[in-house]
């Protein structure tokens, strides 16, 4: 690709960018978001055609007529956002479009067993007769992964394949792409765990507000250099120093929460002004927790305390009134009105506060709210009227933040929050979880990233099979210590003193 140029209206996306890939080499592209990058994909993979620029695969200059044209020249996308059909089979999915057929019907067998051998080459346990919508977000993802091994790829552009992924699936989805490797097949790789990229890339493009900054081999480089040419200044550290003074007072008191089948009884406190992080394996109840306490799943028993007092959450509406806030995992689905401008999903959660004595929205203070957020969170967005999809990832996260920070929440329930977000975006949501606690609100943060969880947290949770089997003191543990607990650690709770760090 040469001199790749694409603007939406008076937005710049990509400005004269390069970027070549050989066969046999892993070639990943790192930005911030917003940098280019999914964009850049899109034009390769046939869902944008780019205003300027030259296409050439196997030296020969083509344009690539949309998504199936990419596909029958053997470039296949993983996409970052699953793009999987909820009430469908695994098998249904996978072979969405190229059914095998038997005269004029779906030959089902064939079907189902081509989706199994996909399936199995990840060493993944789906059965492909499973309705995807019943699947957990990581097994979605690798659903989307044997989606696009089906395809038998040339060419495969993985945007944060492992994002929503355990340690585990990520370790065995980084095999895979060695594997993919062997093959010959060339794979563009995108993602903002730059530690993972070390086991696999062979060189690395940056890009930057739209524009092609360099191109290293990555023997030959290092991960500090990567974060100065992506962010253009140098990062000195990879978490802010801690303002926060977590108190003794308790802010939130679980006792005997318990779902049949999913988690519990668990028994945990949150503090006011703590960072409490939740660890654990895929699948160890950790969200499940969260969306209990925050009402988005019915509980089988369990008493919730705030600020002393009993509430009793039966419903989202219920916690939003109590002061609880949770930021999804899956942002799209569970945080965004994703057709809805910044300035309405901002004021979603607290639009009593912008009502005249009529009922009526006031379009005039909703939208000085939502410029006041921008500004303080560092929205990167053209206008408050902007539709929250055409955001970046670590935009949009913001966004979801600044609807809570609106409506004033006193626990934070953020799960996953960096996921799919850049260096720089995590470094500002940081410095705002740590300001937020500062001020006396209450969070848990639950990340698969255990660097994450152990850089920011006071104290940490550690889940094992829906059960609490340790909190642990973050200033004086290891990520074995958190990693031993999650997998054969004891189950009873120990609580312990918050950091004060």
């Known amino acids: 690709m040469q001199g790749v140029c694409k603007r939406f209206d008076n937005v710049v996306a990509l400005a004269g960018v390069a970027l070549d890939v050989d066969r046999g080499e892993v070639h990943a592209i790192c930005g911030e978001n917003g940098a280019g990058k999914s964009t850049l994909m899109k034009i390769l993979s046939g869902v944008y055609t780019p205003d300027e620029g030259e296409i ?28 999987l059909v909820p009430h469908l089979t695994v098998a249904e999915n996978i072979w969405l479009g190229r059914e095998p057929r038997r005269g004029w019907f779906v030959d089902q067998a064939r079907q189902r067993e081509g989706a199994r051998a996909c399936l199995q080459r990840l060493a993944v346990d789906v059965d492909p007769d499973a309705q995807v919508s019943t699947l957990s977000l990581a097994q979605q993802q690798m659903v989307e992964i044997a989606k696009a091994l089906s395809m038998d790829a040339r060419l495969l552009i993985m945007d944060e394949p492992t994002s929503s992924l355990g340690e585990t699936d990520s370790a065995q989805l980084l095999r895979v792409v060695k594997d993919l490797k062997r093959a010959g097949v060339g794979i563009v790789y995108i993602s903002h765990r730059l530690d993972e990229l070390d086991e696999i890339v062979d060189r690395v493009t940056i890009l930057r507000d739209g524009h092609y900054i360099a191109t290293r081999r990555w023997a030959e480089t290092s991960i500090d250099e990567i974060v100065g040419l992506m962010v253009g200044r140098e990062l000195n ?6 303002t926060r003074q977590p108190c003794a007072d308790v802010l939130l008191r679980v006792r005997g929460l318990r779902r049949d089948g999913a988690f519990g009884p668990l028994d945990f406190e949150l503090r006011r002004g703590e960072i409490l992080g939740f660890a654990g394996l895929v699948g160890a109840g950790r969200t499940e927790v969260a969306r209990a306490i925050f009402g988005a799943d019915a509980v089988s028993g369990g008493d919730i305390k705030l600020h002393g007092q009993p509430v009793h959450i039966r419903s989202p509406r219920d916690a939003i009134r109590a002061g609880i806030a949770y930021v999804s995992e899956d942002r799209k689905a569970h945080g965004l009105a994703v057709k809805m401008s910044v300035a309405h999903n901002i004021s979603l959660a607290n639009l009593g506060a912008l009502a005249d004595r009529f009922g009526f929205i006031d379009a005039a203070r909703e939208r000085q709210t939502a410029e006041r957020f921008i500004g303080q969170l560092g929205i990167r967005t053209p206008s408050p009227d902007q539709v929250a999809r055409l955001l970046s990832g670590g935009n949009q996260q913001k966004v979801v933040i600044a609807k809570w920070l609106f409506r004033q929440a006193r626990v934070i329930l953020f799960d996953e929050p960096t996921r799919g977000i850049d260096v720089g975006a995590k470094y500002a949501i940081y410095e705002l979880m740590d300001q937020l606690a500062a001020q006396g609100v209450g969070i848990v943060l639950i990340s698969s990233d255990l660097p994450e969880v152990l850089g920011m947290s006071d104290r940490v949770a550690v889940f094992r099979q829906g059960q609490l089997a340790q909190v642990l003191d973050a200033r ?12 054969v650690g004891p189950t009873e709770t120990r609580a312990l003193e918050p950091s004060h760090s």
Do not use: K, T, Y
Request: aromatic fraction near 2%; charged fraction near 15%.
């Open 237 to 242: 550290q990879q978490f802010p120093p801690p």
């Open 56 to 83: 050439r695969i196997d030296g020969e200059p083509l344009r690539i007529q949309g998504l199936h044209h990419a596909q029958a020249l053997g470039i296949v996308m993983i996409h970052q956002e699953l793009n």
């Open 476 to 487: 004086h543990c290891s990520q074995h210590d958190v990693m031993h607990h999650a997998s």
